[in-house]
């Protein structure tokens, strides 16, 4: 069963070139882009810087009006709703931000940052402010972090730890779509693998439908079922992330593929047979 369906979305901005109001030009940041995701499915958007991932995001969230098309979310079209209709959709909708430092508020404790959706859903939740610290205590344990880190505050918590605090309140609604904006992108690679199993795991046990958001191909391959190449705000190419890896049928895939790190070091131009006889200790170059 679908849950989401993005038909034709196309957002235009107009922009005004120079100082005194010169001659506009419209910025195409998605034209014409149409997927679907399955309930239980986690689909991820790649694409480079500029490509139109960030505008995609913010039209289905509801914080971008589109030019034209239509997002319709588990049957309803998120922007022909009332502004009350949408405000008790977003609870079902949440988010998971790329800077788990910049994403959350220094001065809030892990509670009160966790408890915060549950606090602008109350009407739709009807948690008391006791059933509320419960149910954070039991987020946090379900992304494996401690009850004991209620009252502290996110400095006092590591990269990897932040984002799970991150993960907590985007589950806090008990949300039925997470958007997952390079949520690993700004972790050690180390860290990475623990969030990304930590997902995996979340997805299982909770049957959450994923909207990953990257540019990293090979964490896409790993934690989604489907990707979607997005180039110049257009969908070049949709399918099995297996597909997708194993037979491109476009070149701006293959480019990309082409572009993604071998994971071997014997092939790397410096490490591997190729670096014999360019690259050489500094003993041989007569360092001290």
């Not at 034209?68 to 049957?75: K, M, S």
């Amino acid at each position: 069963m679908s849950i989401l369906v993005v038909e034709d979305l196309v957002k235009h901005y107009t922009v005004r070139r120079g100082w005194f109001g010169g001659a506009a030009e419209t910025v195409r940041a998605v034209d014409g882009v149409s997927f679907v995701i399955d309930s239980g499915e986690c689909l991820g958007i790649v694409g480079e810087s500029g490509s139109g991932k960030t505008t995609l995001t913010r039209a289905i969230l509801g914080l971008e009006r589109p030019t034209a098309g239509r997002i319709v979310f588990e049957g309803e079209d998120i922007h022909a709703l009332s502004p009350k209709a949408l405000r008790a959709q977003r609870a079902r909708i949440q988010m998971v931000f790329q800077d788990p430092h910049a994403s959350l508020n220094p001065r809030m404790s892990v509670r009160d940052i966790v408890a915060e959706p549950m606090e602008v859903h109350r009407d739709v939740l009807g948690l008391s402010g006791r059933q509320m610290t419960d149910r954070v205590a039991e987020l946090l344990e379900l992304v494996r972090m401690e009850r004991g880190h209620l009252t502290r505050y996110p400095h006092e918590f590591s990269g990897g730890q932040r984002q799970r605090i991150g993960i907590a309140r985007a589950l806090a609604c008990n949300p039925r779509l997470v958007v997952l904006d390079e949520p690993t992108s700004a972790l050690d690679v180390s860290v990475q693998a623990q969030v990304l199993a930590l997902l995996i795991g979340l997805q299982d046990q909770l049957g959450l439908t994923f909207l990953f958001i990257s540019h990293d191909l090979a964490v896409v391959r790993y934690i989604c079922h489907r990707a979607a190449l997005i180039y110049r705000g257009k969908l070049v190419e949709d399918g099995p992330v297996d597909q997708i890896f194993d037979a491109p049928r476009t070149d701006y895939a293959k480019t990309l593929l082409a572009a993604m790190p071998d994971p071997d070091p014997g092939k790397s131009p410096f490490w591997g047979p190729a670096a014999q006889g360019k690259i050489q200790p500094d003993s041989e170059k007569g360092a001290p």
